[in-house]
């Protein structure tokens, strides 16, 4: 019996990707690289995409439905968590690279199993602090905690410090999170979570740690550009994310000028809603060079996205 336990605890961690070596990863960096071949550029020692950081900042003037409409026509249907999130700010959008965790109900023979494996790590304090320790300036830390709202506590303020000062960001979390207060209190910090509990985390272990997890709905990869604000969270995959913010940028700018001409009598709904006509494309890259500056400063399109649109 105690045979086949063993076994059956080797063969579940096994399938959850929980092998620890040296460095620390629940999946070799290969294996992480095998999950996100389209990405041609940098990555982190882990082997995460490292997205670059102007594409991070000219992300957060993206919309979700923005976001969507261009990653579902790549084939990405899944990528979007809406539903009750509880949120620190809710006017502060989080944008950043995901780093995940995955949390499972207790098991005394898988959680010894887990420590051990942290140990042979050099891992130290509680195995929910492990990816908190892990996060690097411009992540975000996204972990499953199936939901569990009592007793299902990912973080409180004392972790959300150490998360902010390792980070700079916040973190989206299908769980809870206690100490509302004093998270608030973090300036520049902000959580998605599904409720606030003042309990402690118990029962719970960690079973994967910065490897593909699920967020309600959508499946999450390390790297994958998080997007959330107040309609829910978007999870975008890494080689998308200059796509998705240079094609927003276009629709921002393309969709004023339309509001405009619309309101000012130019043209009519109907026109702004169809083929645009050659002469209406004119116009369109003429307003564009007379409004560069407040394209750029109000609207956050970028100077490489308006140069694009003047040489069409």
């Known amino acids: 019996m105690k045979y086949l336990e063993s076994f059956f605890i080797a063969l579940f961690v096994f399938c959850l990707g929980l092998q620890l070596p040296a460095n620390g990863q629940t999946i070799p960096k290969e294996k992480l690289i095998a999950l996100t071949p389209q990405w041609e550029?940098?990555?982190?020692?882990d082997g995460r995409p490292r997205v670059p950081d102007h594409i991070l900042e000219r992300m957060e003037h993206v919309t979700i439905e923005e976001a969507w409409g261009i990653i579902r026509r790549e084939g990405y249907d899944n990528q979007f968590e809406g539903g009750e999130w509880k949120i620190l700010h809710?006017?502060?959008?989080?944008v950043g690279r995901a780093l995940t965790?995955?949390?499972?109900?207790?098991?005394?023979?898988?959680?010894?199993?887990?420590?051990?494996?942290g140990e042979k790590a050099d891992r130290s304090g509680?195995?929910?602090?492990w990816p908190i320790d892990m996060l690097k300036e411009g992540d975000v830390y996204v972990a499953d905690g199936y939901g569990k709202v009592k007793d299902g506590t990912l973080i409180g303020d004392r972790l959300g410090?150490?998360?902010y000062a390792?980070?700079?960001?916040?973190?989206?979390?299908?769980?809870?999170?206690?100490?509302?207060?004093?998270?608030?209190?973090i300036d520049g910090f902000n959580a998605f979570v599904r409720d606030w509990h003042p309990s402690y985390i118990r029962e719970m272990m960690l079973i994967g740690l910065n490897s593909p997890t699920r967020v309600g709905s959508v499946t999450v990869i390390p790297g994958d550009v998080v997007l959330a604000k107040q309609d829910g969270v978007i999870f975008i995959p890494a080689h998308l994310a200059e796509r998705v913010v240079s094609r927003s940028e276009v629709i921002r700018a393309r969709d004023t000028f339309a509001h405009e001409r619309v309101r000012s009598g130019t043209y009519t709904a109907g026109q702004m809603d169809?083929?645009?006509?050659?002469?209406?494309?004119?116009?369109?890259?003429q307003w564009v060079e007379k409004n560069a500056d407040r394209l750029k400063e109000e609207l956050g399109v970028s100077q490489i996205t308006i140069d694009d649109m003047l040489e069409e």
């Open 41 to 45: 550029g940098e990555r982190f020692e």
């Open 90 to 94: 809710p006017d502060e959008p989080i």
């Open 101 to 117: 965790a995955t949390y499972s109900p207790a098991r005394p023979g898988v959680q010894a199993y887990i420590d051990r494996q």
């Open 126 to 129: 509680p195995p929910n602090t």
């Open 161 to 163: 410090n150490t998360i």
């Open 166 to 185: 390792n980070s700079g960001n916040g973190v989206v979390l299908h769980g809870s999170s206690r100490d509302r207060e004093g998270l608030a209190e």
């Open 274 to 285: 169809t083929e645009w006509t050659q002469a209406i494309e004119e116009d369109f890259i």
